[in-house]
């Protein structure tokens, strides 16, 4: 049999390559459709946790509680440090169903004064727990601030408590960022935030859109190590925040 002819090769080449140009035309056509497709909502760098069934960043101080689970756990990056543009922003506290009544969560600035404080019914509570701070309450900005959100186990022992805790720095925002921000949807404005590394407002604003996009949101959680809780519901007590 002879060797192909390389005419017969080219003739076929410009049948096929049609095809792979309407192909990849047609992908593109469907990317520029769904903007979604081509926004990837993941926080860069930055230490992560381990997936452990047993534990997922809960601490405790003395003995521990014995009615609270180990992995209540603070919707952060690895190293429980965040930063934010907004003087009240919000945060979110995975609370494992327990015997426990309530809790407290509480900020304080780097001198330790209380910037503010607050106690929460967490009776028959489990899920992610939403905290904002009220309008009153403003950060500073470029100030480093010490929050703690504790499972109250013994009112009179505060030594068994449950408790994750975590800093919180308020930055300034950019005039290229806030530019970028103006025009972009809810969900291309999560990607931008996670791009600066502003944690705070990339996860509440994927809370906000959990509902219509779950992929977003999962996508963010397990690139710091939260895939065990992606999936756990809010609950419906403890919003702090001021109507």
Same mark, same amino acid.
């Given at each position: 049999?002879?060797?192909?002819?390389?005419?017969?090769?080219?003739?076929?080449?410009?049948?096929?390559?049609?095809?792979?140009?309407?192909?990849?035309?047609?992908?593109?056509?469907?990317?520029?459709?769904?903007?979604?497709?081509?926004?990837?909502?993941?926080?860069?760098?930055?230490?992560?946790?381990?997936?452990?069934?047993?534990?997922?960043?809960?601490?405790?101080?003395?003995?521990?509680c014995t009615t609270v689970p180990?992995?209540?756990?603070?919707?952060?990056?690895?190293?429980?440090?965040?930063?934010?543009?907004?003087?009240?922003?919000?945060?979110?506290?995975?609370?494992?169903?327990?015997?426990?009544?309530?809790?407290?969560?509480?900020?304080?600035?780097?001198?330790?004064?209380?910037?503010?404080?607050?106690?929460?019914?967490?009776?028959?509570?489990?899920?992610?727990?939403?905290?904002?701070?009220?309008?009153d309450v403003s950060l500073k900005?470029?100030?480093?601030?010490?929050?703690?959100?504790?499972?109250?186990?013994?009112?009179?022992?505060?030594?068994?408590?449950?408790?994750?805790?975590?800093? *919180?720095?308020?930055?300034? $925002?950019?005039?290229?960022? =806030?530019?970028?921000?103006? &025009?972009? !949807?809810?969900? %291309? /404005?999560?990607?931008?935030?996670?791009?600066?590394? *502003?944690?705070?407002?990339? $996860?509440?604003?994927?809370? =906000?859109?959990?509902?219509? &996009?779950? !992929?977003?949101? %999962? /996508?963010?959680?397990?690139?710091?190590?939260?895939?065990?809780?992606?999936?756990?519901?809010?609950?419906?007590?403890?919003?702090?925040?001021?109507?």
């Open positions: 049999m002879g060797r192909p002819n390389i005419k017969s090769w080219g003739l076929l080449a410009l049948v096929i390559s049609p095809i792979i140009v309407t192909f990849s035309g047609w992908q593109l056509a469907k990317a520029q459709s769904t903007p979604e497709l081509l926004i990837s909502v993941e926080f860069p760098g930055g230490p992560k946790r381990e997936s452990s069934g047993s534990t997922r960043g809960g601490g405790h101080r003395g003995n521990g180990s992995n209540l756990t603070a919707l952060m990056p690895g190293d429980n440090a965040g930063t934010t543009i907004a003087s009240n922003p919000k945060f979110f506290v995975y609370v494992p169903e327990s015997e426990a009544k309530s809790a407290e969560f509480e900020i304080t600035d780097k001198s330790g004064k209380n910037v503010y404080s607050t106690n929460l019914d967490i009776s028959d509570t489990s899920g992610i727990v939403k905290l904002t701070l009220p309008k900005t470029n100030k480093e601030y010490t929050w703690i959100f504790q499972v109250i186990c013994d009112p009179l022992d505060y030594s068994v408590n449950k408790f994750v805790e975590g800093t *919180i720095k308020k930055v300034e $925002i950019s005039s290229e960022l =806030e530019n970028s921000l103006k &025009n972009a !949807t809810p969900l %291309e /404005q999560a990607e931008i935030y996670a791009k600066a590394r *502003i944690w705070n407002e990339t $996860i509440a604003t994927l809370a =906000e859109l959990r509902n219509s &996009n779950p !992929t977003a949101w %999962e /996508q963010l959680l397990t690139s710091v190590g939260l895939k065990e809780i992606a999936s756990e519901p809010f609950a419906p007590c403890c919003q702090v925040e001021e109507e």
